[in-house]
Nanobody
């Protein structure tokens, strides 16, 4: 049983930056992959970034070069640094724990994840 709490969302102008945090409690997540997803109004929830237990990262093409995912296993926390934000990045951002353990790569679909946070709103104005 794992609980996830996202923080760091807010309103920012295009070109600005935000750093999201996701704190896990109830159990360590160190041997699981972790992911960030986002969902805009009327759209499907989509993969943004993921990080494996070993630190291997993966990014959606739309955020490659602008976003960076990282984790601190001692704090049981995962982060998403978002730079050069665009209005198209506006969405609710969710963190999640991957179902698999000791994975070589992280999954890219919602079905690969078993625990989800409540989400944090990110709004980018033009």
């Amino acid at each position: 049983q794992v609980q996830l709490v996202e923080s760091g969302g807010g309103l920012v102008q295009a070109g600005g930056s935000l750093r999201l945090s996701c704190a896990a409690s109830g159990s360590t997540t160190s041997i699981h992959g972790m992911g960030w997803f986002r969902q805009a109004p009327g759209k499907e929830r989509e993969f943004v970034a993921g990080i494996s237990w070993s630190g291997r990262t993966d990014y959606a093409d739309s955020v490659q070069g602008r976003f960076t995912i990282s984790r601190d296993n001692a704090k049981n926390t995962v982060y998403l640094q978002m730079n050069s934000l665009k209005p198209g990045d506006t969405a609710v951002y969710y963190c999640a724990v991957e179902r698999a353990v000791w994975g070589r790569v992280v999954g890219r679909t919602t079905a690969d994840y078993v625990y989800w946070g409540q989400g944090t709103q990110v709004t980018v104005s033009s």
